[in-house]
């Protein structure tokens, strides 16, 4: 039985490691051709090694003339791109409350956050349009949606203007078969925030009395809902925010 990306060529950004490394190799097993990119190329060639027919590239998302050699080398070895995965993203440990992040912090997230969205859509979609049509996953997050007192400022407003940007180029794009849609994980079991709990275990109980489900994502519960955006199944689905957070957003009392 044919996969449900059969045929389909993918440039998936941060795929080096996590739910991007997760991506690329579920879209794989579904028949889709991968551009494996991210900023640390030998973890690129390493997630590559792990998905039959894919390519690993090297890219920063932060630089234009990087993010354009990517889509150039994709379409170059596939004849064209179907799928943007745009999901790389950063969160320094120096991105705090508006009172204490500086402005150097803010700049380094929302270059590769904000940016690199910005660039990846920039140079992506001319290749969808050549295609006929084709699906933008621009990874947001439920922080974009509601606000915490435990503040990283440049982190949550770069997520909001992906919310902004996707619902733009979802309108632009409609009526030529670009599909825009904005993923918004809830929180995700990944090394990074299991060892940030690890060393302070009240602040997972603190966050944990706001989960519904009591727990958090597995990364591949993520990236199913990446595959559904990616496939023809969501065809008539485009400028939305597409949450997955195990109703987080939703919740105002939780049960104990």
């Not at 275990?201 to 595959?227: D, F, M, Q, S």
Request: glycine share 10%; proline share 4%.
């Amino acid at each position: 039985m044919p996969g449900r990306l059969q045929g389909k060529v993918c440039v998936i950004t941060g795929a080096g490691s996590g739910m991007g490394r997760d991506a690329a190799i579920l879209f794989t097993e579904e028949g889709a051709s991968v551009c494996v990119a991210d900023v640390d190329g030998a973890a690129a060639e390493q997630t590559a090694s792990l998905c039959p027919g894919s390519f690993a590239q090297q890219v920063d998302v932060a630089d234009e003339a990087s993010v354009a050699a990517m889509m150039t080398a994709t379409a170059d070895r596939y004849g064209g791109i179907d799928v943007l995965y745009n999901n790389a993203g950063i969160s320094p440990g120096d991105d705090a409350s508006v009172l204490d992040t500086t402005a150097a912090a803010w700049d380094r997230v929302q270059d590769v956050n904000t940016k690199g969205v910005f660039l990846c859509c920039k140079h992506g979609i001319p290749h969808l349009l050549e295609r006929g049509g084709g699906s933008v996953i621009n990874v947001a997050s439920f922080v974009a949606i509601v606000g915490a007192a435990t503040s990283q400022i440049s982190y949550t407003a770069s997520k909001g203007a992906v919310l902004s940007m996707t619902r733009e180029l979802a309108v632009q794009f409609a009526r030529e078969g670009v599909r825009v849609n904005a993923l918004c994980p809830g929180p995700v079991e990944t090394p990074l925030l299991l060892a940030i709990f690890g060393d302070d275990p009240a602040a997972l109980e603190r966050r944990r009395a706001h989960w519904p489900t009591g727990r958090l994502a597995k990364p591949r519960e993520i990236v199913n809902g990446a595959l559904f955006l990616a496939s023809d199944e969501s065809s008539y689905v485009t400028g939305t925010t597409f949450l997955v957070d195990g109703g987080l957003t939703a919740a105002y009392v939780t049960p104990e």
